[in-house]
DNA sequence: CTGACGTATCAGTGGATAATGATATGACGA
DNA sequence: TCGTCATATCATTATCCACTGATACGTCAG
């Protein structure tokens, strides 16, 4: 084994760095609580509120990171903002990993590295 | 707005807790560089130290954790260990992330909520 | 204009967790 | 058997980050 590898994958280093932070702003129980309520529809953020359960302060801020990141989009309507997925992509990448925990990452609830 | 949807999606509540852990694993860039070194190949762990540049005892403790959540397979050889994927699904849910930062997800690194 | 409502912002804090060093275990070769 | 190599385990530490409460901003109704 060369250093060759390292190097590459070194190079390599800010889209593994990238993809870990994509999954990392679905590694979240609030946001994808979030998510999940806007699959079904377009919602304001009182919406979301309800939907969820969460508090106002911690839905305006998540969708805030989830509208940074390009995931969901905005739209003001009066005193209203309604917020739904930038693309159906994301929906696709949640039901894939949904296929993933219903086929091969069973046990990942016995998985005692970081909590459930 | 009725609490029936919060109800609903308190139901819910451990797939979601499930979804986020699967992400949460994947959020990672340790682990998504062991992963990364074991899509092209089954490896050793001596070589995913190579590939990656980890600590051998980091790339082992991500090792279990991933062969717990079942993202990886093993298989003893001699003093060695080798893993692989457990699955071509989970290559398939890293190239949809992939997909999804090269369409809509774009900003990604702009999003302060947590760092790149 | 004023009060009520919807949303956004921000600092503080507690909890989670990734990486490391030390060490244990097990297997092979001499 | 002894030393070495490959791997695993574990406690510690330092960091990161999600949530909350207080508050600000903007919009509409009366």
Do not use: W
């Not at 590898?5 to 190079?11: E, H, M, N, P, Q």
């Not at 989830?66 to 992509?89: H, I, K």
């Amino acid at each position: 084994m060369t250093t060759q590898g390292v190097r590459d994958d070194l190079l390599a280093h800010d889209a593994l760095e990238l993809r870990a932070k994509l999954f990392r702003g679905l590694g979240d129980p609030s946001r994808l609580a979030i998510l999940d309520a806007l699959v079904s529809d377009e919602c304001s953020v009182q919406e979301v509120v309800g939907h969820t359960g969460l508090g106002q302060p911690n839905v305006s801020n998540n969708l805030r990171c989830l509208l940074d990141c390009g995931l969901v989009s905005r739209r003001s309507e009066g005193r209203f903002v309604r917020y739904r997925l930038a693309d159906r992509r994301v929906a696709e990448l949640i039901r894939a990993a949904d296929r993933l925990l219903a086929s091969t990452a069973t046990g990942l609830g016995d998985c005692e590295r970081y909590t459930e």
